[in-house]
């Protein structure tokens, strides 16, 4: 799932609908997914690539990485 795959609200809404009811066993994504969802029956999430955004020119990386793991947990 990524702006490209859910570029209008009915196919986001479509996807998350999907994974909630079970019709889907896993969701693959950028950092879209991460935001504000809570999927009880989830037991296992990867985060590939954490440290990536650690690198970027911006004095607010560390805090935005953190931030962004913190939703993922």
């Known amino acids: ?10 196919s ?5 609908g999907a994974f909630r009811a079970h019709e889907a066993d896993v969701l693959l ?3 879209m997914v991460t935001k504000g969802h ?5 037991t296992l999430v990867g985060v590939l690539l954490a440290d990536t955004s ?3 020119n911006d004095f607010r990386s560390s805090e ?3 931030s962004l793991l913190a939703q993922v947990i």
């Not at 799932?1 to 009915?10: E, G, V």
């Open 12 to 16: 986001y809404d479509r996807m998350l």
């Open 38 to 42: 809570d999927f009880p029956k989830v």
């Open 1 to 10: 799932m990524d702006t490209d795959t859910a570029s209008s609200k009915l």
């Open 64 to 66: 935005r990485t953190f």
């Open 29 to 31: 994504g950028t950092q």
């Open 54 to 56: 650690l690198y970027v």
